[in-house]
C-alpha cells in the first residue's frame, strides 16, 4: 500500500454536502494516523488542500523558515492555518464540506480529488482538467528546458575530458 495521495477521481457531492473520500486517500489517511481531514484553500488554486500530519508537517516546516511574529510568520500562519478546518468522517469515509470551502472552489454538484504525494486537493471537475492540461504544457516546455540544459551541459563536460592519447606519448 501506498503512503501517498496518488491519481484522481470525481465523486458526487449529495443533497446534504456529503461527498465519499476515495478509497485509497482514506487508506493513506488512516496510515497517517490524523483524526479526521485538514483542509484549506489553496494558495495558488481555487481548490482545497487536504491531508494529515504530512500536509500540517509541511505547513510547519514552511513556518519553521520565519521567526514567530514576524509579518512573514503571520501572513503564512493567516493563509494557512486561520481559514483551515478539520473535518470529520463518517463511517462510510464521506466528509462534508462547509459552504465556505465549497464556495471558495467552486464546488457544485461534483468533485474531483487529485493526489500530490503528502496531499490533496479537492477541484471542481471542468476546472481541475482545464488546470491539467495547462499542467501538462508546462510540464512539456520545462522537459524541453531541461533537456536543452542536459545537452548543453554534455556536450560542454565531453570537451573537458581528457582526450586519449597514442600509444607510447606520455602528457
Known sequence: MLDRFV??????????GRVSIPASFRAVMAKDGFEGLYVHPSLDQQ??????????RQ??????HFRPYTPEHDVYSVALMGVSETLKMDAEGRIILTDSLKDFAGLTSEV???GQGYKFQIWEPARFRSHLEEARNQVRELRKQLGARHVGAGAQNNSH?????PRGVQE
Open 7 to 16: 491519481a484522481n477521481f470525481t465523486n458526487r457531492l449529495d443533497s446534504k
Open 47 to 56: 481548490a482545497l488542500d487536504c491531508g494529515g500530519n504530512g500536509l500540517i
Open 59 to 64: 505547513i510547519d516546516g514552511l513556518l519553521d
Open 112 to 114: 474531483t480529488f487529485v
Open 161 to 165: 575530458q581528457a582526450q586519449p592519447q
